[in-house]
């Protein structure tokens, strides 16, 4: 079983950058795929980006794609998700999750963390 802690959230201005970490504990974390959704105010939870097991792949949603970089140390079981040119749109509550598997996912994922809220002031 995975634990999962972010950190790293707050508030920012609008056109600034912000990385969110998450810490694993509990399993073999470069097993995982590792992932970042996101929950708005009023939404409903939105994937933000995925990362395989060895960091060689990664994929985007179309909502942050070009602003956003996921990156994972391995040795330090810690994934990150740093995010530029902030708007006020991607104030939210903040997830990390893993799952089991070899490739770079969107959904269906099996261990979540407890968020990390980013509020972005315009």
């Known amino acids: 079983q995975v634990q999962l802690v972010e950190s790293g959230g707050g508030l920012v201005q609008a056109g600034n950058s912000l990385r969110l970490s998450c810490a694993a504990s509990?399993?073999?974390?470069?097993?995982?795929?590792m992932g970042w959704f996101r929950q708005g105010p009023g939404l409903e939870r939105e994937f933000v980006a995925g990362?395989?097991?060895?960091?060689?792949?990664?994929y985007y949603g179309d909502s942050v794609k070009g602003r956003a970089t996921i990156s994972r140390d391995n040795p330090k079981n810690t994934v990150y998700l740093e995010m530029n040119s902030l708007k006020s749109e991607d104030t939210a509550v903040y997830y990390c999750?893993?799952?089991?598997?070899?490739?770079?996912?969107?959904?269906?994922?099996?261990?979540w963390g407890q968020g990390t809220q980013v509020t972005v002031s315009s």
């Open positions: 509990g399993g073999t974390f470069r097993r995982y795929a």
């Open positions: 999750a893993a799952r089991m598997g070899f490739g770079v996912f969107t959904h269906d994922y099996d261990y």
């Open positions: 990362i395989s097991w060895s960091g060689a792949g990664t």
